[in-house]
Protein backbone atom coordinates (compact mmCIF):
# COMPACT_ATOMS: atom_id res chain seq x y z
CA UNK A 1 0.00 0.00 0.00
CA UNK A 2 2.87 2.67 1.17
CA UNK A 3 6.14 2.91 2.60
CA UNK A 4 4.21 4.91 5.69
CA UNK A 5 3.46 3.53 8.59
CA UNK A 6 0.51 0.90 8.62
CA UNK A 7 -2.17 2.48 11.06
CA UNK A 8 -3.00 0.04 13.79
CA UNK A 9 -7.19 1.14 13.35
CA UNK A 10 -6.90 0.68 9.89
CA UNK A 11 -6.09 -3.25 10.30
CA UNK A 12 -9.57 -4.44 11.10
CA UNK A 13 -10.83 -1.77 8.01
CA UNK A 14 -8.65 -4.19 5.95
CA UNK A 15 -10.05 -7.47 6.51
CA UNK A 16 -13.38 -5.99 6.29
CA UNK A 17 -12.31 -4.59 2.95
CA UNK A 18 -8.63 -2.59 1.96
CA UNK A 19 -10.93 -0.30 -0.14
CA UNK A 20 -12.54 0.65 3.39
CA UNK A 21 -9.19 2.53 4.57
CA UNK A 22 -9.39 4.96 1.82
CA UNK A 23 -12.94 6.26 2.62
CA UNK A 24 -12.03 5.98 6.36
CA UNK A 25 -9.58 8.07 6.25
CA UNK A 26 -11.31 10.42 3.78
CA UNK A 27 -13.46 10.91 7.73
CA UNK A 28 -17.13 10.88 6.81
CA UNK A 29 -19.41 11.59 9.30
CA UNK A 30 -20.80 8.03 9.42
CA UNK A 31 -23.43 8.34 11.82
CA UNK A 32 -25.38 10.50 9.28
CA UNK A 33 -24.53 7.75 6.35
CA UNK A 34 -27.65 5.93 5.52
CA UNK A 35 -26.02 2.51 5.62
CA UNK A 36 -24.32 1.23 8.18
CA UNK A 37 -22.21 -1.76 9.53
CA UNK A 38 -22.24 -2.08 12.98
CA UNK A 39 -18.50 -4.04 12.81
CA UNK A 40 -17.39 -0.78 11.09
CA UNK A 41 -18.99 1.89 13.45
CA UNK A 42 -18.60 -0.04 16.87
CA UNK A 43 -14.98 0.51 17.73
CA UNK A 44 -15.65 4.83 16.68
CA UNK A 45 -17.25 5.68 19.84
CA UNK A 46 -15.09 4.35 22.19
CA UNK A 47 -12.13 5.53 21.60
CA UNK A 48 -13.51 8.89 21.18
CA UNK A 49 -13.87 8.36 24.80
CA UNK A 50 -9.91 7.43 24.78
CA UNK A 51 -8.57 9.87 22.99
CA UNK A 52 -10.31 12.65 25.08
CA UNK A 53 -8.54 10.98 28.33
CA UNK A 54 -11.57 10.57 30.23
CA UNK A 55 -12.22 7.10 30.61
CA UNK A 56 -9.90 6.99 34.10
CA UNK A 57 -8.33 8.90 36.30
CA UNK A 58 -6.45 5.71 38.00
CA UNK A 59 -2.33 6.65 38.18
CA UNK A 60 -1.79 2.81 36.97
CA UNK A 61 -3.84 3.17 33.86
CA UNK A 62 -2.24 4.58 31.18
CA UNK A 63 -4.25 5.56 28.35
CA UNK A 64 -3.90 6.31 24.49
CA UNK A 65 0.29 5.83 24.37
CA UNK A 66 1.11 6.49 21.22
CA UNK A 67 3.16 3.53 19.53
CA UNK A 68 5.32 2.46 16.61
CA UNK A 69 6.84 -1.22 15.72
CA UNK A 70 9.74 -0.78 13.52
CA UNK A 71 9.45 -4.49 13.11
CA UNK A 72 5.74 -4.81 11.69
CA UNK A 73 5.64 -0.96 10.60
CA UNK A 74 3.11 0.05 12.58
CA UNK A 75 1.87 2.96 14.33
CA UNK A 76 -1.49 4.16 16.49
CA UNK A 77 -2.33 4.15 19.97
CA UNK A 78 -3.29 1.71 22.08
CA UNK A 79 -6.43 2.19 24.49
CA UNK A 80 -5.54 1.39 28.03
CA UNK A 81 -2.37 -0.14 29.43
CA UNK A 82 -2.34 -1.13 33.46
CA UNK A 83 0.85 -0.44 34.66
CA UNK A 84 0.44 -2.62 37.78
CA UNK A 85 -1.22 -5.42 36.26
CA UNK A 86 1.22 -5.31 32.93
CA UNK A 87 -2.30 -5.45 30.96
CA UNK A 88 -3.18 -4.39 28.02
CA UNK A 89 -6.69 -3.47 27.22
CA UNK A 90 -8.58 -2.45 24.08
CA UNK A 91 -12.18 -1.70 24.79
CA UNK A 92 -15.03 -2.32 22.04
CA UNK A 93 -18.60 -0.63 22.69
CA UNK A 94 -20.27 -3.82 21.99
CA UNK A 95 -18.51 -7.12 21.38
CA UNK A 96 -20.63 -9.63 19.77
CA UNK A 97 -17.25 -12.21 18.62
CA UNK A 98 -13.71 -11.81 18.93
CA UNK A 99 -12.95 -11.20 15.08
CA UNK A 100 -9.68 -11.81 13.78
CA UNK A 101 -9.05 -8.24 13.48
CA UNK A 102 -9.93 -7.49 17.00
CA UNK A 103 -7.17 -9.47 17.88
CA UNK A 104 -4.97 -8.18 15.65
CA UNK A 105 -5.30 -4.84 16.68
CA UNK A 106 -4.57 -6.05 20.11
CA UNK A 107 -1.50 -7.43 19.21
CA UNK A 108 0.16 -4.21 17.02
CA UNK A 109 -0.31 -2.64 20.44
CA UNK A 110 1.22 -5.28 22.25
CA UNK A 111 4.70 -5.39 19.70
CA UNK A 112 4.30 -1.44 20.16
CA UNK A 113 4.50 -1.35 23.83
CA UNK A 114 6.99 -4.17 23.92
CA UNK A 115 9.67 -1.51 21.55
CA UNK A 116 8.84 0.99 23.96
CA UNK A 117 10.16 -0.99 26.60
CA UNK A 118 6.82 -1.61 28.34
CA UNK A 119 6.03 -5.02 30.16
CA UNK A 120 2.78 -6.83 29.22
CA UNK A 121 1.84 -9.88 30.78
CA UNK A 122 -1.77 -10.11 29.28
CA UNK A 123 -4.32 -8.96 26.93
CA UNK A 124 -7.81 -8.41 26.85
CA UNK A 125 -10.66 -7.08 24.72
CA UNK A 126 -13.69 -5.54 27.27
CA UNK A 127 -17.18 -5.30 25.52
CA UNK A 128 -18.32 -1.78 27.18
CA UNK A 129 -22.20 -2.36 26.48
CA UNK A 130 -22.72 -5.52 28.58
CA UNK A 131 -19.37 -5.26 30.31
CA UNK A 132 -18.11 -8.52 28.93
CA UNK A 133 -14.40 -9.15 29.42
CA UNK A 134 -12.75 -11.66 26.79
CA UNK A 135 -8.88 -12.74 27.54
CA UNK A 136 -6.60 -12.90 24.46
CA UNK A 137 -3.73 -15.53 24.44
CA UNK A 138 -0.65 -13.77 24.02
CA UNK A 139 0.97 -14.46 19.79
CA UNK A 140 3.41 -16.54 21.64
CA UNK A 141 0.46 -18.48 22.89
CA UNK A 142 -1.11 -18.49 20.03
CA UNK A 143 1.11 -19.65 16.93
CA UNK A 144 -1.95 -19.69 14.26
CA UNK A 145 -2.95 -16.50 15.03
CA UNK A 146 0.24 -14.98 15.14
CA UNK A 147 1.34 -16.34 11.73
CA UNK A 148 -2.27 -14.86 10.36
CA UNK A 149 -1.01 -11.61 11.78
CA UNK A 150 2.49 -11.55 10.42
CA UNK A 151 0.72 -12.30 6.82
CA UNK A 152 -2.02 -9.51 7.47
CA UNK A 153 0.55 -6.93 7.67
CA UNK A 154 2.86 -8.93 4.44
CA UNK A 155 -0.77 -8.25 2.37
CA UNK A 156 -1.22 -4.92 3.64
CA UNK A 157 2.46 -4.31 2.47
CA UNK A 158 1.58 -5.40 -0.92
CA UNK A 159 -1.97 -3.99 -1.31
CA UNK A 160 -2.31 -2.64 -4.70
CA UNK A 161 -5.69 -0.61 -5.43
CA UNK A 162 -5.22 -1.86 -9.41
CA UNK A 163 -5.50 -5.52 -8.81
CA UNK A 164 -8.17 -5.04 -5.71
CA UNK A 165 -11.52 -6.07 -6.92
CA UNK A 166 -14.52 -7.07 -4.04
CA UNK A 167 -15.71 -10.10 -4.59
CA UNK A 168 -17.80 -10.75 -1.39
CA UNK A 169 -21.46 -8.65 -2.18
CA UNK A 170 -22.34 -9.29 1.16
CA UNK A 171 -19.78 -7.10 2.03
CA UNK A 172 -20.92 -4.28 0.13
CA UNK A 173 -24.67 -4.94 0.93
CA UNK A 174 -23.39 -4.19 4.69
CA UNK A 175 -20.61 -1.50 4.24
CA UNK A 176 -21.13 2.25 5.19
CA UNK A 177 -19.26 3.31 2.05
CA UNK A 178 -21.04 1.45 -0.14
CA UNK A 179 -22.92 4.67 -1.78
CA UNK A 180 -20.04 6.20 -2.59
CA UNK A 181 -17.43 3.16 -3.46
CA UNK A 182 -17.05 2.59 -7.17
CA UNK A 183 -15.20 -0.75 -6.03
CA UNK A 184 -19.02 -2.05 -5.23
CA UNK A 185 -19.83 -5.45 -6.00
CA UNK A 186 -23.42 -3.95 -6.16
CA UNK A 187 -22.36 -1.49 -8.90
CA UNK A 188 -21.06 -4.26 -11.25
S1 LIG B 1 -18.63 -0.97 -0.91
FE1 LIG B 1 -17.64 -2.95 -1.08
S2 LIG B 1 -15.73 -2.55 -2.22
FE2 LIG B 1 -16.50 -0.59 -1.45
S3 LIG B 1 -15.46 -0.24 0.49
FE3 LIG B 1 -17.41 -1.24 0.94
S4 LIG B 1 -16.98 -3.45 0.99
FE4 LIG B 1 -15.26 -2.42 -0.03
Request: proline letters at 3%; charged letters at 25%.
Amino acid sequence: MSENPIAISNLNDFIFCPVSIYFHSLDYDTEKMTYQNSDQLNGTAVHTTVDSGTYSSKKSMLQSITVYSEKYNLSGKIDLYDSKKFQLIERKKKVHKIYDGYVFQVYAQYFGLLELGYRVDKFTIHSIDDNKTYPIPLPSEDNIMFSKFENLIDSISDFQFDDFKQSNINKCNRCIYEPLCSFSALKE
